[in-house]
């Protein structure tokens, strides 16, 4: 069945609801655990699923190999969201910041239903559902955001969240509109043969979806919102905004770029490689100056945006590959920072970067763990970021964009300095004296998902077989060149 990992959640969602209105006392207790035997679940159905050949309703509702690996990606960022908020979302933790995530219930089953809309987004093979998608992927973002309503600064994060966000929408539809204008149709795989790129409404239309989907992937100009929403959002819900929403946009631009731009994608090669220029050099330059630990990781995103835009730059099937196997293991090392920020935040209440200094004495696991994830997001070989950052930087040049990968290796330099801002802080620079947090101590389930994820993105630099999975998975994808 095609949607049977969408079913899955959706279950799991009513029974943690129903389980809530039976018992409240009995719910918080288990709703932690099923949450993630249903992730659990439904990620063991797309893999049972890869490499896909599923069609439904006529062929509105595709389950191909990239589908699969989208949907793979979504719910590894929900298994590793859940588990590194477990504390947050259970009665052992610190009572200040359990208040932070009050009604953890209807916590997990916004969380799962999100999923649910982003993962039907990277099915659809037509436009309206394609959009109806994406705002499922969103709205409940709008919620997560402003979940401490009693905290002033997550209402206001709230608030310019979602005026951005209607704003970027309404761009979108318009943009959206435009290019059934121009075409006629609202199927996906149909609409390139009815392009002609030489009228200006095409590049009108152009300009709007990707401001509207620039909102959601944090690319310049269109990122001023994240540095406010990140810091104002509880940490597990910035953690799981800076990898599924992340996820999500570029779902939605793989689908619009290569089903329904088609061969015409050729012709904005240069747009995107300015584009992803200008935001990974903005998101590196502004993130050296920040103090607070969350507003850091902001810019870090926006920053690997950038590097993930350089994989549209081709259409032969490394591109997809490759964008895929980055977003896995930016993943993984985001959620293990977020990991031991979360950590951090949950037994000393600190989050700015000067707060960190000494950590290596006091936690030195979990001082590792910071450093090897920080390290593949700057992209130091033998770990994961770098050789997903070579085969972006090979993407780009096979297509002649050498300037790109000279400014991309330039940027990777830049940021490597800020990521070793913290990396000093716990290895180089002593505790305040009376101020030392003392010996820190977490649950199994998040030293548990530290430990995997650390793993992960050490082994997969040396053993890239995610990588040559979903090549050889997406061997015989097409663009779609005709229209046809």
Known sequence: M???PEAILIIVAFIIILMEIASEKSAAKIVVPLALAGLGLSLLSVIDLMPGGVQMFGGEFVVDPI??????LLLVCGVLSVSVSSEQLSEKGNRALRQCLAHRSEF???LLLNLVGMMFLVSMR?????????ELATIPLYLLVAWRKHVSDSVEAAMKYVVLGVVSSGLMLFGLSLIYGLSGTLQLDHI??????????????????LAGVGFKLTLVPFHFWAAEVYAGSATPVTAYLSVASKCAGLAFLFQFFYRALGEHILELGDVIAWLAAITMTVGNVAAI?????KRFMAFSAISQAGYLLMGFLSVEAQ????MIYYMFIYILANMAVFGVIIFYANATDREQINDYRGLSQTSPLIALVMMLSLFSLAGIPPLAGFTGKFILFNVAASQGHYLLVGVASVNSTISLYYYLRIIRQMYIEPPVAGDEPGVLKTTALIRSTLVLTTIGVSALGILPVIYTTIFNHLADWKIVVTGG
């Open 319 to 322: 591109a997809p590959a490759a």
């Open 289 to 293: 100056v920040q103090q607070n630990i």
């Open 192 to 209: 390139a043969a009815n392009l002609d790129s030489a009228q200006p409404a095409f590049w009108l239309a152009l300009g709007m979806i």
């Open 108 to 110: 997990l089953v916004i």
């Open 126 to 134: 037509n436009m309206v559902t394609l959009y109806v998608c994406l």
């Open 67 to 72: 589908a699969c690996w989208f949907k793979f």
């Open 2 to 4: 095609g949607m049977l």
